[in-house]
């Protein structure tokens, strides 16, 4: 199956800073999602982006597909950013393969 | 526009108890359905998921099933609780898009129910 792997598994910022996580997957996929989830569980839709680049305020997303990866930028980071970020990739004709990365924990302190 | 509900929020239950938990989704018609479950706070596991009422696919075997009585309802369900099972339960919709045999959807996550098997 797809595997998938998110750096850095934790990171730790100064509020105001810029990151980038990162997310891998091994196999050709045309369903990729970003999602936070907040210290009360709930998932948050970020972006659905299988390739190319989308913006949201101080977020954006890129993936190139046929390098098999995508990036998440934060920018000017706020102690509201923290939390487990998600990647989510499934293969072009499958519901079932579903697959989530371990996820980046972030924590930005004021 | 759409919303997903989850209940309860919280369920403390003993070894060996029934469980049910239940997601409806308003605002659209004939979704897909989704539960996930979430383990020691990260890594969601895919467990199963419906295409239509009375459609239900297992991603992965295990002491639960689930079924979709109604259109927008979703349901969890275990005879028997194991300690295992203790976890944090997420239901999920999307709608899907098809170009050929490729499937496009996005998923939308209810709160959860964060289950504690004593």
């Known amino acids: 199956g797809i595997q998938v792997e998110q750096s850095p598994p934790d990171l730790i910022l100064q509020e105001g800073a810029n990151s980038t996580l990162r997310c891998n997957f091994s196999d050709s996929v045309n369903n990729l999602q970003w999602f936070h989830q907040n210290p009360w569980g709930q998932l948050i839709n970020l972006f659905y982006i299988p390739s190319g680049t989308k913006q949201n305020g101080r977020l954006s997303a890129t993936t190139v597909a046929t390098e098999r990866y995508s990036l998440l930028y934060i920018s000017s980071s706020q102690t509201t950013d923290s939390g487990v970020y998600f990647c989510?990739?499934?293969?072009?004709?499958?519901?079932?393969?579903?697959?989530f990365g371990p996820g980046t924990s972030l924590s930005v302190i004021p | 526009s759409q919303t997903i509900h989850q209940w309860p929020a919280t369920l403390v239950q003993p070894v060996g108890s029934p469980l049910s938990l239940e997601c409806t989704v308003e605002g659209t018609s004939n979704p897909n359905l989704y539960w996930y479950r979430q383990a020691a706070g990260r890594g969601l596991q895919l467990l199963f998921y419906s295409v239509g009422i009375g459609q239900i696919s297992s991603e992965v075997p295990q002491n639960l099933s689930a079924s979709r009585p109604q259109d927008r309802q979703f349901i969890l369900s275990s005879k028997k609780l194991l300690l295992s099972d203790s976890g944090f339960y997420l239901c999920?919709?999307?709608?899907?898009?098809?170009?050929?045999?490729?499937?496009?959807?996005?998923?939308?996550f209810g709160p959860g129910t964060r289950l504690t098997v004593t």
């Open positions: 989510a990739v499934a293969r072009k004709t499958s519901y079932d393969k579903v697959i």
């Open positions: 999920a919709w999307s709608l899907v898009g098809t170009s050929g045999r490729a499937l496009f959807y996005e998923q939308y």
